[in-house]
């Protein structure tokens, strides 16, 4: 069935320094991949995304890329920050019927200062 | 806050009781979903509505739960004969397909724990 893992499940890196979170799909027919951060206690928010046209995006301090063929795709966060702290989703979707996401099992990063 | 509102925000019950959460989406949201989401892990897909039909059922959705969404607009999800194993939160996301927007919005959630 549709699944998707999401690695490290625990990640502290000092501030400054780059992280780095995989997650691999099964689904082959899945083609749009949100990551959402959920900080303690608060909804989840979407903070970048990619569709399976494209392998990589960046917004500011952070990236994702796609690798369709190896069903990869991972979250880059520079120059970490204490208030990038949180615990961070990566989902998979296909973009047709209930565009329904699945998620990763989570990715608690903590930076310290 | 002009997002999605779930009430209540806490629910603590006794097994057995039945409980009811509602959702109110962002108000031209036509696309509804419930996750369902245990400590520790991620949200996992309940059910989805297009408007007011349920179109999608997740085979974690027993025969005790059930969702609506009467007039297109909230959605409630009642669980029935409430186990210890239905503790979790309970998430509520909408969004508004056009174009190639189709982000998916989500609410506080409704944290149930069940004694």
């Known amino acids: 069935g549709e699944n998707v893992e999401q690695h490290p499940s625990t990640l502290s890196v000092q501030e400054g320094d780059s992280a780095v979170i995989k997650c691999t799909y099964s689904?082959?027919?899945?083609?749009?991949f949100p990551w959402y951060k959920q900080e303690l206690g608060k909804r989840p928010q979407l903070i970048i995304d990619i569709r399976s046209n494209v392998g990589e995006k960046k917004d500011q301090r952070i990236a994702v890329t796609l690798n369709k063929t190896a069903k990869h795709f991972s979250l880059h966060i520079t120059e970490t920050q204490p208030e990038d702290s949180a615990v961070y989703f990566c989902a998979a979707s296909i973009r047709s019927g209930t565009y329904k996401y699945i998620f990763g099992t989570g990715t608690r990063l903590k930076v310290l200062a | 806050d002009t997002g999605v509102s779930q009430d209540p925000r806490h629910k603590i019950t006794k097994r057995g009781q039945n409980v009811t959460f509602r959702c109110d989406p962002i108000?031209?949201?036509?696309?509804l979903y419930w996750y369902r989401q245990t400590l520790g892990q991620g949200p996992e897909f309940l059910t989805y509505f297009q408007n007011e039909a349920q179109l999608e059922k997740s085979r974690l959705l027993s025969d005790r739960f059930s969702a609506e969404r009467p007039k297109g607009s909230f959605s409630t999800l009642e669980i029935q004969r409430t186990e210890q194993g239905d503790s979790a939160m309970y998430l509520c996301a909408s969004s508004y397909l056009a174009g190639d927007t189709d982000e998916q919005f989500f609410g506080p959630g409704t944290r149930l724990t069940v004694l």
């Open positions: 108000s031209e949201h036509n696309r």
């Open positions: 689904d082959s027919a899945s083609n749009y």
